[in-house]
C-alpha cells in the first residue's frame, strides 16, 4: 500500500508573465516511447498532468532528460506542441531549444514563440569545444535575432562551457537573455555569476540542474531548478523548494540528503537518463525502452536497478515493495530521512494513523533485517 501527500498548491506557486523572472522547479520532461519507439502521445499528456498535479512550477521539454538529441527536428517541435496544448496555459513551458548550429536554433526559437511558450533553453555548441569568445559570439547573434526570451544552458560535461564573464556580458547588452540554467553543480561559481549579473540584471533567473545540491543553491541565491528528480518524485522536490524559502531549513535538509540517494541511484546505476525512465515507470507510467540501444547485460543491469529504485521509492510510499523484498543496502540510510518525509505527508493532509502504519512497517522490516 502507498501513499502519497499533496504539495500545496498556495501562494508559493510563482505568478508566471511575459515579464516575470523564472522561478520555482521546472521539470525536465522525459518522453514515453511506444513499443515500436514512437512517441506516445496519450501517455505524454497523462505525465503533463500528474506532474501539474503534483505541483511543479513549470515544464521544460527537449532537456538533456529528455533526450533531445535522439529525436529528430520534427519530434522535438511535436513534443513542445503536445504539451503546450495539454498544459493549457496552467504552468509555463521553457523549450528546449539547441539545434547543431545557429541558423537552426533560431528556426526552433521562431517556433515555439509561435507556440506561446514562456521562454527557451540553449545549450552552449557541443561537439567542438569552443573558447570564451566564440561562446559569446554565438549566444550574441542568438540575442539579436530571437523572438523568444533565452536561457543559456551551461553543461560544460557535454558542451562549451559558458564562463561568469561570459554570461555578465550576455547579460548585459541583450535583454531577451534573461535566465542561465548550471547543471555544473558548482557551488562557487553559482555565486559568483549571481555578484556578477544581478547588480545590473535583478530581472535575471539563475536555475540550477543539479539535483544533489538544489538545497544549498537556493540559499545562495538561485530562482528554482530544472531537476531531473521532479520528472519522478515531484513532491518531494516541490516540498524541498518550498521548505528552503519558508526557511524550515532542518525539515529541507533531511529531504535533501534523501533525494541525493535517490539521485545518486538513478544517475549512476545506468546509462542517462534510463535510470530515471525506469523510476518513472515505477509511479506508474509507461515509459518504454529508450533510443540508445542497450546490450543484453545493460538490459540486466537496468532490471536490477528497477528493483534498487522500488525500494527506495517504497520507503517513501510512491511504491509497492518488491515481491521479492529490498536488500538492506536498498533502504535509505537513516529512518530519520523516512520520518522527515512521512511527517511532510501529514502537513499535506494524510491522516497521521495512514503514516505511523508505514513508518512502523518500514522500521519492523529493518529490525528483521537486523539494521535497527
Known sequence: MGFSFNAHRSDSRPLMTSNSRLAGIFTPNLVP???????????????VDWLIERGVHGLYPNGSTGEFTRFTVEER???????????RGRVPILAGA??????????????YASLGVRAVAIVAPFYYKLSPASVYAYFAEIGRNTPVDVTLYNIPMFASPIDV????????????????????????????????????????????GWDAALMPLLLIGCDGGTNASSGVVPELTRRLYDLTLNG???????IQYDLVT???????QAEFPDGFRAAADLRGFTMGRGRQPLSPEQQTDLS??????????????FADQPVRGCSPDSFPRTMDAVRSITNANVANGQHPDDVNRIVQGVIAELQRRGMM
Open 262 to 268: 535517490l539521485f545518486d541511484a538513478m544517475l549512476y
Open 165 to 208: 564573464p561570459t554570461v555578465q556580458r550576455l547579460s548585459d547588452n541583450f535583454e531577451r537573455i534573461i535566465a542561465i540554467k548550471d547543471s555544473s553543480g558548482d557551488i562557487p561559481h553559482m555565486i559568483r555569476m549571481i555578484t556578477a549579473v544581478r547588480p545590473n540584471r535583478p530581472d535575471f533567473s539563475f536555475l540550477t
Open 77 to 87: 517541435r511535436r513534443i513542445v506542441e503536445i504539451m503546450v496544448d495539454q498544459t
Open 98 to 111: 539547441a539545434e547543431a548550429n545557429v541558423k537552426e536554433t533560431l528556426r526552433a526559437c521562431e517556433h
Open 33 to 47: 516511447l511506444t513499443s515500436d519507439g514512437q512517441i506516445n502521445e496519450p501517455e505524454l499528456r497523462r505525465y
Open 248 to 254: 524550515q531549513l532542518d525539515e529541507a535538509r533531511q
Open 304 to 317: 536490477t536497478l528497477s528493483n534498487t529504485l522500488q525500494c527506495l521509492l517504497s520507503a517513501h510510499g
